[in-house]
């Protein structure tokens, strides 16, 4: 398996508060993305990353900011939780030199978070 | 923003029946891709088909890609109980940089 992991599993915290998830890679891939994962919504792109202190926002990223200081961790910051940010978050690496028949993502195991 | 429909959005089907989900979208993808999802884990890759017309089989599952590259559908033979979980497709375009993925399709195979 590749390896990518995800910290924390699950964490509840309170209206207004910062919060950190992080993700750590080591397959060295270049691409990492961070998406929410919502019934009725599917997967939905929060922000992603091309290198290390290069990111670029998705469709969802209104609420959250991204750093990436080495290439293996990536780490995702909801600035004042709200309850609309309860949600499974899932982080995913791919690798677009690996051509495109076998281009695809591995993800993490996700954080469920819960904004109470 | 590129829309990937998925159809139907919850089977339940009996073990030995075989079934076919369906991925649309008015978009033309440069490649597609099909994850499993259990619950409590992340979306596993299955398949990426690029040609349009494609076809791969993965043992029982058959995946193929439309002519045009805007549609997608997966066919399973003989379904087993471990074929249970959402079944999600993904569109990627332009420079592979981001994927945009269907809602997905709750599969349920019952012994």
């Known amino acids: 398996d590749a390896g990518i992991t995800q910290s924390p599993r699950h964490k509840v915290t309170e209206t207004g508060t910062p919060v950190t998830l992080r993700c750590h890679q080591t397959?060295?891939?270049?691409?990492m993305y961070w998406y929410r994962q919502d019934p009725g919504h599917g997967l939905r792109l929060i922000h992603y990353?091309?290198?290390?202190?290069?990111?670029d926002k998705g469709e969802v990223s209104d609420g959250y900011s991204v750093s990436r200081s080495k290439t293996e961790d990536f780490l995702l910051t909801l600035e004042s939780a709200t309850s609309s940010q309860t949600s499974v978050y899932f982080c995913?690496?791919?690798?677009?030199?690996?051509?495109?028949?076998?281009?695809?993502?591995?993800f993490g195991s996700g954080t469920r978070l819960t904004v109470v | 923003t590129q829309l990937l429909e998925q159809s139907p959005q919850f089977l339940s089907i009996q073990e030995g029946e075989n079934l076919t989900v369906y991925c649309n979208s008015s978009?033309?993808?440069?490649?597609l891709q099909w994850y499993r999802q259990e619950p409590g884990e992340g979306p596993v890759l299955l398949v990426t088909?690029?040609?349009?017309?494609e076809v791969k089989k993965l043992k029982r599952l058959t995946f193929q890609f439309g002519d045009a590259r805007k549609d997608s559908s997966l066919h399973i033979t003989a379904a087993q109980p471990g074929d249970t979980g959402l079944y999600l497709c993904a569109g990627a375009s332009g420079g592979y940089q981001k994927v945009t993925f269907g809602i997905g399709t709750k599969l349920q195979v019952i012994p």
């Open positions: 990353s091309y290198g290390v202190k290069d990111t």
């Open positions: 978009s033309v993808f440069s490649s």
């Open positions: 088909v690029v040609t349009g017309g």
């Open positions: 995913a690496i791919s690798d677009p030199w690996v051509g495109a028949a076998n281009y695809g993502y591995t």
């Open positions: 397959e060295n891939h270049r691409y």
